[in-house]
């Protein structure tokens, strides 16, 4: 059932976030995204829309680029405030699909398919026109997101296995929505000690949809990429790195 407080996932996936896609914090994967962030960002500020526990901030900082966050989740927060150079990051509490920060941003970046929390058309071309007025002249936007499979689907639903080991299985159970272009979905943690259960809610767009949003903003697709290695986009990819500009 989805839940309308934008804060539940994060809330709720704080205590195990690092841990569920501790894979996803290797050098091999987060440097070629540092790489191409900390180019399109020059020498001016950075802002992360759902910044989480800094898996993608704090390495960019580190690289000497000036980093801002924008989450809705405290306790996500809470998990980077805890880390090295955490403490001394600029991260307002507050929703991405409208708002209203001082900064003006050379780069806004919105990662790991994060912009399809939101949950309409609605919302996410809202979005986007919050994410036009922070820019910096010259400045852009860059978001990575998966593109949309319906196929993985079996009559509307799905279920896989992610971490399969001695004492610790995770499965993600899915139910599709073509309609609303909406999954509902669950990640269970299984260990000894019991099952959790982390709601993750997702409304996916195509990239040509996204391309739309981004005109309904005022701005314009400057570069398409199927990944962190600026590989070219095709039919057979299955994620992208989309970068907008101000048109
Ligand atoms: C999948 S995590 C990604 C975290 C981080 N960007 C990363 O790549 O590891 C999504 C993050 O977006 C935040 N988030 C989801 N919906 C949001 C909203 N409407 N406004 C602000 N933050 C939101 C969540 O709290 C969570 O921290």
């Not at 991405?96 to 941003?105: A, I, S, V």
């Not at 970046?109 to 919050?130: G, K």
């Amino acid at each position: 059932m989805a839940d309308p407080d934008p804060a539940t996932y994060g809330d709720r996936m704080a205590e195990i976030y690092d841990e569920y896609h501790e894979g996803l914090s290797a050098p091999e994967v987060v440097d070629p995204m540092v790489d191409v962030l900390a180019d399109l960002a020059g020498d001016g500020a950075a802002l992360e829309l759902g910044i989480g526990t800094g898996r993608i901030a704090l390495p960019l900082a580190e690289r000497g680029v000036e980093v801002h966050g924008l989450d809705v989740s405290e306790a996500m927060v809470a998990k980077l405030r805890e880390k090295p150079g955490g403490s001394g990051l600029p991260v307002s509490v507050g929703d991405f699909t409208q708002f209203d920060l001082e900064g003006r941003y050379s780069l806004i970046y919105i990662v790991f398919n994060t912009l399809f929390a939101l949950p309409s058309q609605e919302a996410q071309v809202e979005c986007f026109r919050s994410v036009a007025r922070h820019l910096a002249d010259g400045g852009v936007f860059l978001l990575e997101a998966f593109v949309p499979d319906p196929g993985r689907f079996d009559r509307g639903q799905r279920i896989s296995a992610g971490i399969v080991e001695d004492d610790r299985v995770t499965i993600d159970m899915g139910r599709h929505d073509p309609v609303t272009q909406s999954v509902t979905s669950s990640h269970l943690y299984i260990t000894p000690e019991g099952i959790r259960i982390y709601p993750v809610n997702t409304r996916y767009a195509w990239p040509s949809e996204l391309d739309l949003m981004a005109r309904l903003a005022g701005m314009r697709l400057r570069s398409r990429w199927a990944d962190w290695r600026r590989n070219p986009f095709t039919a057979a990819s299955t994620g992208h790195v989309s970068v907008y500009e101000l048109a």
